[in-house]
């Protein structure tokens, strides 16, 4: 969420274009970098939300910053979320003209993300705990889903938002999740349902905060990467530790390695890499905590190894 004009403008220093700049060359050096779009790129529409309720958030971000995604590397961007139609059709179709503009591909339920990488064709399916369209709440037809694409291409990424929201969520149970009184899914029922039917990588977000990762028949779930860019809002505690996770599979979607690289959200300098690494001790911890038989391994670089020690 880069920044909002409702309901009143809150934007980064020299219109957001530094936002990125402490971290883009670790984004720009992946074959494919993904990324959740927390609410719309628009200059159009009218609020679908009562913010006056208290703890009710609507974000409005200028369609421009389209570019600074771009100009990031990001190559999809997620729209399955609880904030994509805070401005109603009109800010879903403005934030849909903005990133095609700058060819960005973006997941919905209408839309996959659909890529060939080295001659690999990968689909990115998006899910979400609405109870409509692909929902993690139906795992039954969240398998159909993944099942029927799991023939058509090489790799199938499923992306996730889900779970319950701020530092009362860090662990993942295996049970079925609220927030506010809404459900928020059993998330680690889906995602092993999901890799049952043919998914390679399972991507979580929503939480806000980071959570654990396992490795379930050899394929990586990170169960939520927390917040990453979330400007002036909920910078406190956890909720502020901003992971980039680097992974890479082999051509069947089998994890290989990965390095979680910890970045952190100054209120004051913005998106910067944490020196203490802190967004990774922590994913480190919980995985060991949450998921004590199948956690992967991580070292306190944040290198990150399905089996054996790592270095």
Not at 90 to 115: C, H, M, Q, V
Not at 234 to 254: H, V
Not at 265 to 283: F, K, V, W, Y
């Amino acid at each position: 969420m880069m920044g909002t004009t409702y309901p009143e403008i809150r934007l980064p220093p020299n219109d957001g274009k530094d936002i990125f700049s402490n971290i883009s060359e670790i984004l720009k050096i992946s074959d494919l970098t993904l990324g959740n779009l927390e609410g719309p790129l628009t200059d159009l529409g009218e609020c679908t939300k009562k913010i006056e309720k208290g703890k009710v958030y609507a974000f409005k971000t200028p369609p421009h910053y389209a570019e600074y995604l771009f100009n990031a590397g990001f190559d999809f961007v997620n729209l399955k979320n609880n904030h994509i139609n805070d401005f109603g059709p009109e800010g879903l179709i403005s934030t849909i003209n903005a990133l095609e503009k700058f060819e960005i591909k973006y997941g919905n339920d209408e839309n996959n993300g659909e890529f060939t990488i080295r001659n690999i064709d990968i689909c990115i399916i998006s899910f979400s705990q609405a109870c409509w369209g692909n929902s993690i709440l139906e795992i039954a037809r969240a398998q159909r889903i993944v099942a029927e694409k799991a023939q058509e291409y090489d790799i199938v990424i499923v992306s996730f938002h889900g779970g319950g929201e701020g530092i009362n969520y860090l662990h993942t149970r295996d049970t079925m999740e609220y927030f506010m009184d809404s459900p928020r899914g059993n998330v680690v029922q889906f995602a092993h349902a999901v890799i049952d039917s043919g998914a390679d990588l399972v991507w979580g977000h929503g939480p806000h905060v980071p959570r654990a990762m396992e490795i379930y028949k050899s394929r990586l779930i990170a169960y939520s990467l927390g917040n990453f860019f979330t400007y002036n809002f909920n910078l406190a505690d956890e909720r502020g530790y901003a992971p980039i996770l680097k992974i890479a599979i082999d051509s069947t979607g089998a994890f290989i390695e990965g390095q979680i690289f910890s970045a952190i959200q100054n209120p004051q300098a913005g998106l910067e890499i944490d020196s203490l690494n802190r967004a990774t001790q922590l994913i480190k911890k919980l995985s060991l905590e949450d998921f004590p038989e199948t956690a992967p391994f991580i070292n306190k670089e944040g290198k990150i190894l399905s089996k054996g020690i790592p270095k």
